[in-house]
């Protein structure tokens, strides 16, 4: 007898929270305003859920007090509080983390996730937050495979970089530059890493397939900020830096002893030739 009223008492519970729930219907739109299809839409803490048809319109039933979670790949989630509303009308904004995931390729652009080829990317986050002079040394110590290495020091050099190893002793095995579509010949420090977006780097034949010969050493595809609507912003960045010497400074000889000691060189020099 305790069973069955036991049974019986769940019985009007299970009825009582199907009849609190409610149809809700509404349609979720895009960042244009056009309806976006497939967005799945689920009751959270359930496993209720069902999908927008391709005008973007949904129905669901829902208890007043549940919430529905909007998730599609490429779009922030978003999350809406049920309450007494029939209708729900959502618009989803574009993931910038989805965005980020964009590749410069040798023919276009590519999502990251469907790209075959063998390809390093660094944005401009990346970039603003080291202390660089060059987007050579960007690209130090940020993509596998891909090493670097100092020039001479001098200020405004750019650091040799190898993608593929040494292919070839007498020729360069710098990789070609190409700046938004266009190969770049004129050395890459000239170029100001505040006004680039994103560094890719093209290591294998597939993705390099375009430029023939010129891309044996690899291809570093640079691509530059654009100008975007909204207001003007002025960014100002101030970097100082100085060399010291690593060994402490020397005596040095006055012009009396100047020419004695060039003197005994060039003699030293013609007596005891090394032929």
Do not use: C, H
């Not at 509404?26 to 305003?33: F, I, M, R």
């Not at 006004?195 to 595809?221: C, E, F, H, W």
């Amino acid at each position: 007898m305790q069973k069955t009223l036991l049974t019986f008492f769940v019985f009007l519970l299970g009825f009582a929270s199907v009849q609190a729930q409610q149809k809700v219907t509404g349609k979720v739109l895009d960042e244009t305003g056009s309806g976006l299809p497939g967005v799945s839409i689920t009751v959270k803490g359930s496993t209720t859920g069902t999908n927008t048809d391709n005008d973007g319109n949904f129905s669901i039933n829902a208890a007043p007090n549940s919430v529905l979670s909007f998730s599609f790949i490429g779009y922030e989630p978003q999350e809406v509080k049920v309450g007494n509303k029939s209708v729900i009308n959502v618009s989803m904004e574009q993931s910038s983390a989805i965005l980020d995931e964009v590749i410069v390729t040798t023919f276009g652009t590519a999502k990251k996730e469907s790209f075959t080829g063998s390809a390093g990317q660094i944005g401009a986050q990346q970039i603003a937050v080291r202390p660089i002079t060059n987007i050579g040394q960007a690209i130090a110590g940020t993509t596998a495979g891909v090493t670097t290495t100092a020039g001479s020091g001098q200020p405004g050099t750019a650091p040799e970089i190898r993608i593929r190893g040494f292919g070839s002793i007498s020729s360069s095995n710098d990789p070609l530059y190409v700046v938004d579509g266009v190969p770049y010949s004129a050395s890459i420090a000239n170029l100001n890493p505040d006004d680039i977006a994103t560094i890719t780097i093209l290591k294998d034949a597939a993705s390099t397939a375009l430029y023939g010969a010129g891309a044996a050493n690899g291809v570093v595809m640079v691509t530059t900020k654009k100008g975007k609507p909204g207001e003007s912003k002025i960014n100002v960045k101030f970097t100082n830096g100085q060399n010291t010497r690593g060994l402490q400074e020397y005596e040095r000889v006055g012009a009396q002893e100047y020419y004695p000691l060039m003197w005994e060189q060039f003699r030293n020099n013609q007596v005891y030739r090394a032929s």
